[in-house]
């Protein structure tokens, strides 16, 4: 073993004092010489013998050398991070693939799969436009029975893979991207988000299974707060690089407008955590025997639906209530359909424009006057704004010497002359008002990753030169409050951000405009998915949402979750009405940020008590 790290601590350092002289990420053939270095060990029975030892020194001291590499010249060698990683990578694929066909042996593991499968498949299908968001209150009854009774290997198995069927169930839309990008890549991206994202029902099945073995004074103190555990579980979804907050289990009742009104006094979290609560006191009911716990279900539903029907019952809660008509605008949304296949051809992109400003000529009266914000979709403009004259001369001509305003989506970028990033990429929005010459740009602040930039390119600036066909922008860092009607302007996927919305809300935004493109979703749950997404942080901050989108659905969302107007997916149409602008303060507006930061802080705290507490109970 010391022969084995002499020689590759030897090589490894001879490679990085060889230095060339290449930016960034670079093919350099004298990598191969610590790998070819190691294959002579492997004929040794003692290193076969020890061979994850041996690996693991391999790996390490690899990983060390490209980090110095890294940190002394600012560059990577693509050779040495595949002799590095790839190994490593295929040894633990095949330590999985072990363990798996052990469990699959095992009858107990295999009838956990098939209790826990029922219970997340069926979940999967609970999200609109499904109709089955009220099974959620006992869907997961078979997974926590699971979770009960079985051990921690048993566990692990029958969730992760049950996650997987979820997953699988939640995010298969995003197979329609191979039909814009390279499809083997984005296939593999897939497989490996989901896989990601099964991981978190790993973390709460380790975590639910060590908290059921601990009790303060006979209590089972920590399954009764595993709840408040998994809302925060969830909340880690929203913060960094990495965030995606799609499908937290409190969406699944967005079909049902009385049961989500309570959402203005414990947002989407405390959704999920009461039907956390809801499905582990039905398995408690049937494992411990206590019917009295059966009745969990029907009085969570119960509550929230008398609270919700009390909320709607009052007058300002009808359907787009004014009670005063100069606070709502009168907007047109503009929805064209364009293919994403031909949305960003060269070929196409005369034919896309003028059949986007076609459908709006066709359908609003531009001297008539009477319409105060037209609203086009992400990148309705399917190229650099700045470059653009003859759009730019179409929609001041369309607005020339009246009070009408568009907002309409785009790229733009600006020149910074540094490396390895000389030039700045935005995926922006762009309000033209009449009574200006020029226009305001707002840069969308949250990126989806790996799609629109890579995670932590701002810290690894090594990972601008990796190209896997994602967008390269970079984000904005604020939102702008647009006046008259003080409305904030939002592209996509940063809607389901409720902070976001929170945040604009304190400094004097009424009515969210979100533009997106949605196009290369398909003929998916998934529009219907992100448009509940929007319903829900309406009805937690009452805050009324104008929707525009490239191929549906838009429509028009009132503070308390009414819809009006909503398109069909892959139609042209231009819809208009008035909106009334926020008057409504929630309780979740002012807390939400406290919450969420005190699920996040719980999180953690549950995590270190779980660990810490048998531990010093064993040291006793």
Known sequence: MI????????????????????????????????FLGALPFLFRQKTRRHFSKFLWSYCLVGFLALALDYILYSHVGLIQLATVFVPFLLFALFRFVQWNWKRIHEKESLTALALCSIGWGFYGFAFPPLPLGPGAFVFLVPWFIVLLKANLQMAIFASFWSGFLYNVINYYWIYNVMNVGPA????????????????????????????????????????????????????????????????????????????????????????????????????????????????????????????????LSKPEASPFYVADPKEAPKIAIVQPNIHQTNKWSKAYYDSVVFKTWQIADDSIDWEKNDVDLVVFPETAIPDFLRLRNREKRWIHKRIQNSRTSIFIGALDYDKNGKKPRPVNLYNSGFLFKPDENDYTRYIKTHLVPFSERLPFDNVFPILNYVDVGQGNFVPGKSRPVFEPYSWSPYICYETIYGAEGRRSIREGSRLMVDITNDGWFGKSTAAAQHLNQLRYRAIENGYPIVRGTNTGISAFIDQYGNEDLKTELFTERVITRRIPLRTRDTLYSRIGDAVEYALLAFFFAYLLAAILIPRIRLNR
Request: one cysteine or more.
């Open 3 to 34: 022969g084995f790290l002499f020689v590759q601590i030897v090589l490894n350092t001879a490679l990085v004092l060889a230095n060339p002289d290449i930016e960034g990420i670079y093919t350099f053939h004298a990598q191969l010489v610590p």
């Open 184 to 311: 083997l890549l984005i296939l593999i991206g897939l497989v490996l988000l989901i896989s990601y994202f099964s991981v978190y029902n790993v973390i709460a099945a380790v975590l639910f299974v060590k908290a059921r073995e601990i009790r303060i004074r006979k209590f089972p103190i920590l399954l009764i707060l595993f709840p408040l555990f998994y809302a925060g579980l969830e909340m880690t979804r929203s913060i960094g690089d990495f965030s995606f907050p799609w499908s937290h289990l409190g969406y699944a009742l967005g079909n049902q407008l009385p049961l989500l009104q309570a959402l203005s006094l414990i947002g989407v979290f405390g959704y999920t955590a009461l039907i956390i609560a809801s499905n582990l006191s039905v398995a408690a009911a049937f494992t411990a025997r206590k019917k009295i716990l059966f009745a969990v279900p029907f009085v969570f539903f119960g509550l929230l639906w008398a609270y919700g029907s009390c909320i």
